[in-house]
C-alpha cells in the first residue's frame, strides 16, 4: 500500500452507540479514500506522552477523505478517544496491514463476535456495493444496541446469535455455521472471520473440517504498527516461525497461524 501516512485528522462527530461504545468518524485531509476491507489505523491520540504507544483500530467505513472507527472503551486509551468531541483532532497512521482477499466463486459468510463487527462491517458495506450475495452471523454474549445497528444496516442478511437467548437464536457464533451452512441454496463458500480467539479456533477448526477457506482478522496489542518491533508477533502454524499481525495481517488464513 503506497498510502499509508500520518494524517492530522479532525473529529466530525462521536456517536454513543452503547454504554462503553462509540462510532467516531474523522476527518483525514488528503486521504483518498482507498483502504481494503480489515486494514486498520493506529491513533495518537493527543501531544503527550500518555498513553505512550498509538493504539490500533479497524477501519469501519471509509469513503474519501473520511474515515469511520467503532470503539469500546477498554483502558485508559480508549476512554481518551471516546472523549474527543467534534473538531478535536487526533494523529492517523494508515492504512495499515491487509485486507480480507474476497473469493468470487464463493458464497463469504461473515462471522463477527461482538467488537469483531469492526472489519466486517467494511467488508459487508464493500460486498454490498460489488452487489455479491452474502450472509452474516452476529454473535453477542447478550444483545447491545449494536445489534440494532446492524439490523438496520444489513436488514435480513444477519442472523442473530446471543449466549442467553435475548435476540436470536442462544448459541455461539461459531456454533451457528452449521445451520446456516446447510440450510444455504449454496455449495461453496468464504468464511471471514473476526472476534475472540476462542471463537477464531472454533471457526478455523469448522473450516478445514469442511474444506472451507477461513479468513481471520487478529488482534494483538501494537506498538508501532508497521512491522519493525516485533511486538505483535503470532506463531506461523507448522514452522518455527513467526508472523507480525500489523504487516503480514491482520486477515490470515485460518491455516496459517497459531491462536
Ligand atoms: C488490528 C486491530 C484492530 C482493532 N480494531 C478495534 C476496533 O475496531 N474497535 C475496538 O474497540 N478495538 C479494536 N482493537 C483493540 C483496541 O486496539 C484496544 O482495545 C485498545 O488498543 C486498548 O487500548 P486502551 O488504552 O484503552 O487499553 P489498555 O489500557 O492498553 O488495555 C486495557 C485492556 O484491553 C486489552 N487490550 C489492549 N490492547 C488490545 C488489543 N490490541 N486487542 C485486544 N485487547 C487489548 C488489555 O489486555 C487490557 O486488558 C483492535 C486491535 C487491533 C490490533
Ligand atoms: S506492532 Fe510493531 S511489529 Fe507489529
Redesign the pocket.
Known sequence: MTNIKDYPAIVISNKHIDDNIFLIELLLPGFDGKAEPGQ?IMIKIDETYD?FLR????I?ECKKEKVK???????????MIAEKKRKEEMDILGPL?NGFPVDKNNYPILVAGG?GI??LWFLGRRLTKLRNKFSIIFGEKTTTPLAEEIKKTFGAKVFFVTDDGSRGIKLTASAALPLILDKSPYRKFSIYACGPKGMLKDVINFGSGRNIPVYV??????ACGIGVCLG?SVKRRGTDGFLT??RDG?VFKGEEVMI
Not at 493504539?55 to 479497524?58: F, K, L, V
Not at 472507527?69 to 476512554?79: C, D, H, R
Open positions: 486498520f498513553p493504539r490500533p483500530y479497524s469501519f472507527i467503532l470503539i469500546k472503551t477498554v483502558g485508559k486509551g480508549s476512554k496491514g467488537m469492526a472489519p482478522s487478529l488482534e494483538e496489542k501494537m505483535c499481525v500489523c491482520p
